[in-house]
Nanobody, 112 residues
Framework: QLQASGGGLVQTGGSLRLSCAAS????????LGWFRQAPGKERERVAA????????YYLDSVKGRFTISRDNVKNTVYLQMNSLKPEDTAVYYC???????WGQGTLVTVSS
C-alpha cells in the first residue's frame, strides 16, 4: 500500500528528499506522515499532512529544516530534509492514518 524511497548517506548539512507512493484510493484519503526510528530508540512521528495540505505537523527538532508535502494526483507524500544532522540518522517510515498503513522504511544516514 505504501512504498517509500529516497534514503541514503549524506554529510552533515546535506539534503535528501524522501518519497512515499500510496496505492489504492482509500489510502490516499488519509493523513499521511513520516515517522523515524533510530537504533535503540522508540519510533517517533516526524511530520504529517492532511489530505488538503492545509494542516501540517512537525517534530520540534526538525522544524525549519524539514518540509512535508503531498501530491494527491500521484498519491505521493514527500519529505524534503535540509540541513541534516547526525541525530537525524534513522530508518524513516511513511504511514497513512497515523499508522493504519505503513511503508517498508528507508534508511537515512547522516555522517559527521
Amino acid at each position: 500500500q505504501l512504498q517509500a524511497s529516497g534514503g541514503g548517506l549524506v554529510q552533515t548539512g546535506g539534503s535528501l528528499r524522501l518519497s512515499c507512493a500510496a496505492s489504492g484510493r482509500t489510502v490516499g484519503t488519509y493523513v499521511l506522515g513520516w515517522f523515524r526510528q533510530a537504533p535503540g530508540k522508540e519510533r517517533e512521528r516526524v511530520a504529517a499532512i492532511t489530505r488538503s495540505g492545509d494542516i501540517t505537523y512537525y517534530l520540534d527538532s526538525v522544524k525549519g529544516r524539514f518540509t512535508i508535502s503531498r501530491d494527491n494526483v500521484k498519491n505521493t507524500v514527500y519529505l524534503q530534509m535540509n540541513s541534516l544532522k547526525p541525530e537525524d540518522t534513522a530508518v524513516y517510515y511513511c504511514a497513512a492514518g497515523g499508522g493504519i498503513y505503513w511503508g517498508q522504511g528507508t534508511l537515512v544516514t547522516v555522517s559527521s
